[in-house]
């Protein structure tokens, strides 16, 4: 079992950056899938981006490609999602998940644990 806990959100204005960190607990994190979302208000949470378990294969949704970096650090437990370029439609809580299955996938059901979620609002 793991326990995650998002950090790093924020206010930041449009073209800005931010880095989001997820730090887990337990000690099989180097053996889980990890993924990042997010639920803007009003909307469903989507699909944002995802990592294998040593960070040898990334995938991304087309809204961030090119713009956010996913990455994990194995020793440390915690994974990131650098955040660049952003735009007022970034915004929303996004939350790290993680998935004891090795193949990527983008459905939230796909995922066994969440963590609370992390505020990020980008202004124009």
Request: glycine share 10%.
């Amino acid at each position: 079992q793991v326990q995650l806990v998002e950090s790093g959100g924020g206010l930041v204005q449009a073209g800005g950056s931010l880095r989001l960190s997820c730090a887990a607990s337990g000690r099989t994190f180097s053996t889980y899938a990890m993924g990042w979302f997010r639920q803007a208000p009003g909307r469903e949470r989507e699909f944002v981006a995802f990592i294998n378990w040593s960070g040898s294969a990334t995938y991304y949704a087309d809204s961030v490609k090119g713009r956010f970096t996913i990455s994990r650090d194995n020793a440390k437990k915690t994974m990131y999602l650098q955040m660049n370029s952003l735009k007022p439609e970034d915004t929303a809580v996004y939350y790290c998940a993680a998935r004891s299955g090795a193949y990527y996938r983008t459905q939230q059901h796909e995922y066994n644990y969440w963590g609370q979620g992390t505020q990020v609002t980008v202004s124009s």
